[in-house]
Structure formats: structure tokens, C-alpha cells
């Protein structure tokens, strides 16, 4: 849509295509293989992956696989299975960064040979305290000005494995009295004894992010390399390894604001809590914002690219509520999900006039805003489930529903008169009882007359019981996400579950990720974890009302 003003990052393209700059763009999605997706990497997939396909030019994905120490092999397939899911499509362009480690080591040979890095034997410690501070300017260290090629036997040694983790660095030779830090002799290279996961025992040397991205980039074409803003500081030393590298097509580093969601934990030291300690069901639990547990809760791809470009991209921090997220998920849903009928909390109703043991079937639209759907037939008979709730001995004003005397709609059915009840010894409702009009089939009075409430059934000989299960927030929002102790303030009504659910028999054969809007009761999901064709499992996704406004 033309229309539409372009954010910052489309304008910066649009100028260095018109300058000829870049003759395509190429971008990037670059997670480390070290924890699950969430919703905060949807929203860089998806810009990276929209710019492409918008510029008609290229999405790479790859693995920054730099840092052996907190990588691991099992998210590298859910990290793909996560980004195919929301839909950017990477082709044949899958790369690891750790492909590149033996051209990496070949620039820092090449920074030595310029004079544009040094081996350095300071000690950790020693680096921190020779850095400087905002301040104050740093030092150089002593080993700064070794010989090009005391450098170069000192680095190889570093390579073929001489030395302790942290006894040498190679570091780039910048300028110790830079106002940005970064620039102050940044170490480029560290010595690490580690075992690769793609790698294996290869190296024992490992380059350090700022030095790597760059070169990664470059390497792979990549013209705008998308970053969020804690890197704008970084800039300076991207550039800096671009130059002195000397690539022919320098990329360029973009700097966006984070995704922040409200109300959700997105912290991953927080998550794992939950997680080992057994009060979330894994790192797909429903209630959670990784990708795993958007998708099992019943979000759709669509819904989640709605959700980010409502966010927009820009460079001011700023957060999104929940409640914007599940406003998505209903819009998207609204006229793709049937809505056919189940009743949480079941209470019978007999209808005392209708032949015993008969089933007929009536018609149902599927989707109201959505005649594609189509419509199907459900059963009715004498014997039903009804919400606890749409019954009421002795109602308060402007109760429509079910009370004694008075008449109702079932909905798709007939009109009810409800009679009276049955309770247990303790008062509770067990039974409701009803007398219906047949000249009112399908819903309507042959006479005219109007009832004021419709309530939704189902039918108790054919019924499916299921188990629903119902989220709140796992954090009580009123009152922040901490406790004093630092202990998260946990929402102990987040999950419900609700067991004895009784739907309508067109649930049949629901299958894992199948969504259903269950009339009144909000959209539901079809677990993929716990549901099986015996034992049906739904995840309620939202309510249908919504507190949020566009
Ligand atoms: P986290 O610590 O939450 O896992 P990260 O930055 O360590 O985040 P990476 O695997 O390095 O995760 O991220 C891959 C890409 O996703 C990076 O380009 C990063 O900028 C982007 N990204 C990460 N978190 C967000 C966020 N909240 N909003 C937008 N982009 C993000
Ligand atoms: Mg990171
Ligand atoms: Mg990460």
C-alpha cells in the first residue's frame, strides 16, 4: 500500500538503490543456536524477510554459531522448523558462521600484516582495567607495538593451541583514547579450549562477535544487517572491520528498537526458571511467547505478522500489550475458524416434550461473517448440555436466559420454555427442564414472537467430551512482574483446566493446530502436545471479547 508511509529502514534502502549503491539488497536473520525463538525474533525474521521480498532481493538465514560454549545442536532444528512455520523462506540460502571460521582467521592475518591488530598477553583483569572508563581514557597496553611478524608467529602459536584460555588475545588496534569503548583495541580473537558442535575440535581460537558479524556479513553479500539498538555503539567497529578487511560491497548496519511485550515473561533466565521448576509445561507451555508456545497456543503466522507491523519498526524503545497480540489472533481467526458449539461447564437440560429417543438433524452456518465455510448438520434430541450459567433458579433483572417460565432460543433449534429443576441433596442443579415449540424449528416464532436470550447446547447422546484448557496471564498484571524478593509474581489462576467438556460430534477427527471459534466461549485450539483422537485437548487462544481497541 503506497499509502502507507515508509519506516526508516525502507527509506534508507530505497536511497542507496536509487544511488546505485547496492544493486540488490540482501538481508539476514542471524540467531545463535542457543535458546528458542520468541515473539521479539518473529518481528526481526519477519522485517528481514519482508524487506527482501518487498526489494525483490535476497533472505539469508544463518546460524551465528561463534560461541561454542553456549550453543547446542538441538536448536538449530527448532529455530528452523520455527522460521519456516512463520513463513520466511530462505531457499538454499542456510548458512553457519562457523563455516567461515577459516577465512576469519585468514583477516586477522590479514589486520596483523597491516599493522591493524596485535597479540596481546594481558590479563583479563588487566584489559578491563587498562580500558578505561567513559571518562577516562584507556591505556595502551604493552604488547601494542610488537613486530608485524612477532604477531603472526604469536597468532599461529594461539591457533595451533600454546596456550591457556585467556593467556593471549588478538585485538585490534584502534585508538585507546576513542570516546566509544568499543573502539578502544577491541579483542578480536580469544583462546578457548572447546569442542565445536560443527566444528569439533578444529579451533581452539574463537572470534568475538563484533569481528565476526562484519565479516559474516560481508562474506554472504549482505547489504543492509539489521541489528537491534544495544549494537548502535558497535557500529563504529563494524565499520571499522568492513575497512580494514577491505570487502568490495561494505554492508551496512542497521540499528531497530526491540520488541517488548507487557504482561507476558519474555526473560529467557526467567522462562528456564519456570520451566525447571515444573510451573510451565516445557518452553511450548501456552502461556508462554516463544514461537513453540505461540504456535501450540493457536496463533497463527498471520496473526503474528499482523502483530508486528502494527508494532512498526523505529528506533525508539517502546513496548506492545498481550491484548494486541490476541486482537490479532481475532481478527485473523474471525472468518477463518467454523464455529460450531461446546459447553465448558455442562448442566442437563431435558426437553420433556420431545420424543424420547428421537435425533434429527439441523442446519448450522459455520462462520457468520464467512459463507465459504459452509454449514453443517448437528443433532438435537431430547437430552442436552447446556452452561451451568445460562440457567438461574431466581435471575436479577435483565437475565435473558434460562429461569423458570421463561422462554428461550436454542440456538440453530427451537424455542424452549424452561418448567423448573432438579437438585441434590445439596442444592445443587442437576437437571433443568423445558418444554419446546415445534413450529419454531430453526429459531424462529411462525407467530412472531421474540425471545431476548439465545444460549447455545449440545447434544447428550452424541456428544464428545473434551478437556479445555484456559489461560490468564501468568503474571498478575496489577501488580508487576516481581515480587520484592525478585521472585516472579506468579497469576495462580493462568492455567484452569476444565475437564468434562461436552461438544458438539462435527469435532470429530480435530486434528493438532486445528482452531474452532466454540460460540460464546472464545477460539480454541487443538493441543498438539496432549490431544489425541480418544482424549480431544484445546487450548483456549482468546476470548472473544476484546478490552483492547485499534
Ligand atoms: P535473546 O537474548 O532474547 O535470545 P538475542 O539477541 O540473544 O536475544 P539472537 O539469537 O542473537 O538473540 O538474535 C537473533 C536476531 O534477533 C538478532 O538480529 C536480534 O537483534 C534479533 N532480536 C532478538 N531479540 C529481539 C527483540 N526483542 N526484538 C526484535 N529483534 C530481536
Ligand atoms: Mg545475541
Ligand atoms: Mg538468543
Redesign the pocket.
Known sequence: NETVSKNFIEQIIEKDLAEGKYKEICTR????P??YL?I??A??ILLNYGLAQKYHGKFNMRF?DTNPTKEKVEFVESIKADIKWLGADWEDRLYFASDYFGKMYEYAIKLIKKGKAYVCDLSPEEIREYRGTLTEPGKNSPYRDRSVEENLELFENMKNGKYQDGEKVLRAKIDMASPNINMRDPIIYRVAHMTHHRTGDTWCIYPMYDFAHPIEDAIEGVTHS???LEFEDHRPLYDWVVKECEFEFPPKQIE?A???LTNVV?G?RYIKRLVEEGIVDGWDDPRLVSIAALRRRGFTPESIKMFVDLCGVSKAQSSADYAMLEYCIREDLKTKAPRMMAILHPVKLVIDNYPEGQVEYLTAPNNLENEALGSREVPFGKELYIEAEDFMEEPPKKYFRLFPGNEVRLMNAYFVTCTGCEKDENGNITVIHATYDPETKGGNAPDGRKVKGTIHWVNASTAIKAECRLYENIIDESKGVYNEDGSLNLNPNSLTIVKDCYLEPNFKGAKAYDSFQFVRNGFFCVDSKDSTDKNLVFNRIVSLKSSFKL
Open positions: 536473520f542471524p540467531p545463535e542457543n535458546g520468541h521479539g525474533h518481528k526481526s551465528d539489521i541489528c537491534t531497530f526491540k520488541l517488548y519474555t529467557k
